[in-house]
C-alpha cells in the first residue's frame, strides 16, 4: 500500500514563505504523477499542483502561479510545495496524493489520485 506523509506546514505572516515536503513509499514512486491539493474550512477540496513522474512537466492553479513551486527529488521519494508571496487565503489542509502513471489536465482532478497524506496545516496570518 502506497504511504504518504506530509509535513512542513504551520503558522506564517502574509508575505511569507513555507515548505511543505511529501515522503512517500510503497510503490513506484518516479512513475507516477503528484499532485498537491488543499481544503479550507468550509470548503471542498481543491487543485493546487502536480508534477510528472518525471518531473519536467507542472500544473498549478491560477490561485498560486508564480507564487507555488512544485518538485521532486526521486532518489529520495520526495516532492516538495515551495510556497512563497503567501496569503491568508492560501490557510488550509495541505494534502499529497499519487495519482496515475500519465500526465495531462485530468491530474487537476481529485477523482484522479487513489493515494492520499493526512494533511499538513499551513495558516497564514493577516
Known amino acids: 500500500q502506497v504511504q504518504l506523509v506530509e509535513s512542513g506546514g504551520g503558522l506564517v505572516q502574509a508575505g511569507g514563505s513555507l515548505r511543505l515536503t511529501c515522503a512517500t513509499s510503497?510503490?513506484?514512486?518516479?512513475?507516477?504523477?503528484m499532485g498537491w491539493f488543499r481544503q479550507a474550512s468550509g470548503k471542498e477540496r481543491e487543485f493546487v499542483a502536480a508534477?510528472?513522474?518525471?518531473?519536467?512537466?507542472?500544473y498549478y492553479a491560477d490561485s498560486v502561479k508564480g507564487r507555488f513551486t512544485v518538485s521532486r527529488d526521486n532518489a529520495k521519494n520526495r516532492v516538495y510545495l515551495q510556497m512563497d508571496s503567501l496569503k491568508p487565503e492560501d490557510t488550509a489542509v495541505y494534502y499529497c496524493?499519487?495519482?496515475?502513471?500519465?500526465?495531462?489536465?485530468?491530474?487537476?482532478?481529485?477523482?484522479?489520485?487513489?493515494?492520499w497524506g493526512q494533511g499538513t496545516q499551513v495558516t497564514v496570518s493577516s
Open positions: 496524493a499519487a495519482g496515475p502513471p500519465y500526465f495531462n489536465e485530468v491530474v487537476r482532478s481529485t477523482r484522479t489520485y487513489d493515494y
Open positions: 508534477i510528472s513522474g518525471s518531473g519536467g512537466s507542472t
Open positions: 510503497g510503490r513506484t514512486f518516479g512513475s507516477v504523477t
